[in-house]
Antibody
């Protein structure tokens, strides 16, 4: 059974750096064709794709956020980490991680973690 | 970036009736070498993460009821719910994974 779980702080202050961890099970990020993405959703708004890391360590980022984002993986721990610098109240959202296998869409999602940016 | 535009933003459909959601991409998401459209549809209910319904524009994910179907190619796509059930009340999103950055539509809210 494939599962993903997001973890990180619920509250961060403006200008701080956010670090989120996606811990997964049921698949390996060393398997060809496997990818993990981060997606966020501000309250009452649409989904926004943020970043993706592939089995071969290729990394891709949102155009508007790429200067603030870093994605990495630790295959020994089955984890993917996203950092976002210079947090602002507009970054308040639920952050999800999700798996892609062989580019068949985002087929399994975590439950999400809610992050509020406020002083 | 590829812009995904859904229509309508919301629709109300009677139980048992058909619901149709459209999605238009600002450029083609059809990969000519394998003739696949890199387009997916998701369903999101309140307080839940999105759930994949359809990928490759028309391939239903295992376990998804067959009243959900996807169609279209190139830049124009449709998600159809053939006979709306109460549990289908949700927001539906289209998503292109043809090229990074991946992008989503703005969502379509389906109500009874």
């Amino acid at each position: 059974q494939v599962t993903l779980r997001e973890s990180g702080p619920a509250l961060v202050k403006p200008t701080q750096t956010l670090t989120l961890t996606c811990t997964f099970s049921g698949f390996s990020l060393t398997t060809s064709g496997m990818c993990v993405s981060w997606i966020r959703q501000p309250p009452g708004k649409a989904l926004e794709w943020l970043a993706r890391i592939d089995w071969d360590d290729d990394k891709y980022y949102s155009t508007s956020l790429k200067t603030r984002l870093t994605i990495s993986k630790d295959t020994s721990k089955n984890q993917v980490v996203l950092t976002m610098t210079n947090m602002d109240p507009v970054d308040t959202a639920t952050y999800y991680c999700a798996r892609t296998r062989l580019l068949n869409g985002l087929d399994v999602w975590g439950q999400g973690t809610t992050v509020t940016v406020s002083s | 970036d590829i812009v995904m535009t859904q229509s309508p933003d919301s629709l109300a459909v009677s139980l048992g009736e058909r619901a149709t959601i459209n999605c238009k991409s600002s450029q083609s998401v059809l990969y000519s070498s394998n003739n696949k459209n890199y387009l997916a549809w998701y369903q999101q209910k309140p307080g839940q993460p999105p759930k994949l319904l359809i990928y490759w524009a028309s391939t239903r994910k295992s376990g998804v009821p067959d009243r959900f179907s996807g169609s279209g190619s190139g830049t124009d796509f449709t998600l159809t719910i053939s006979s709306l059930q109460a549990e289908d009340v949700a927001i539906y999103y289209c998503h292109q994974y043809y090229t990074t950055p991946w992008t989503f539509g703005q969502g379509t809210k389906v109500e009874i």
